[in-house]
Every structure is written in C-alpha cells, then in structure tokens.
C-alpha cells in the first residue's frame, strides 16, 4: 500500500534552514506528481510546493518563493524540501501528499520557527 514518511522537522530559530524528506513506498514514484502541504495551528492545510514526475517543473506558494526549495530522487523514492530563511509564520505540521488513484497523506512532521 502506498506509504510517505516524512522526517526533518524541528525546531529552528529565524533566519534558519531545514531539509525535510518524506520516503515513499508501495506505488511507482517516478510516475507520480508530489506536493508538501502545511496546515499551522487553528488554519486550514494550505499547499506549500509541488513537483512534477521528472522534476522539470515545480511551483509554490507565494510565501515561500525564493526560500523554499522542492526536489526528488526518482532513484531513491523520496522528495525533499529545502527551506531557508525561516520565518516564525513558517511554523506548521508539513505532510507529504501524492495522488495515486485518491490521495495520501504522510504523518506530518512538527516544523518549529522561534527563538
């Protein structure tokens, strides 16, 4: 069954960075678009950076243009994001999302921006 395991969270002053990573298994990465999503405290989940199947094209939100970064590893079943320049409005709980048939979720992974 399809499967996403995210990991990299934290906690991390302002002005920092993280890598997340979210391991999927159970369907044919390389054949699929993948997504990060957020959803902080008392808001709605909101779509942070997608990625298309080769990784030739991707998009984000507009908060995180220019300090987000989303990548994959078609060889290693994983996607990444790279988040620099870290705001404290950046704190969430980020899933990973891929839509095979219906769409499945990761657990999430706490990301942290405070001092």
């Known amino acids: 069954q399809v499967q996403l395991v995210e990991s990299g969270g934290g906690l991390v002053q302002p002005g920092g960075s993280l890598r997340l990573s979210c391991a999927a298994s159970?369907?044919?990465?390389?054949?699929?678009?993948m997504s990060w999503y957020r959803q902080a405290p008392g808001k709605e989940r909101e779509l942070v950076a997608g990625?298309?199947?080769?990784?030739?094209?991707?998009n984000y939100a507009d908060s995180v243009k220019g300090r987000f970064t989303i990548s994959r590893d078609n060889v290693k079943n994983t996607v990444y994001l790279q988040m620099n320049s870290l705001k404290p409005e950046d704190t969430a709980v980020y899933y990973c999302?891929?839509?095979?048939?219906?769409?499945?979720w990761g657990q999430g992974t706490q990301v942290t921006v405070s001092s």
């Open positions: 159970g369907f044919i990465f390389s054949r699929y678009a």
């Open positions: 999302y891929v839509r095979v048939v219906t769409g499945y």
């Open positions: 990625i298309l199947r080769t990784g030739g094209s991707t």
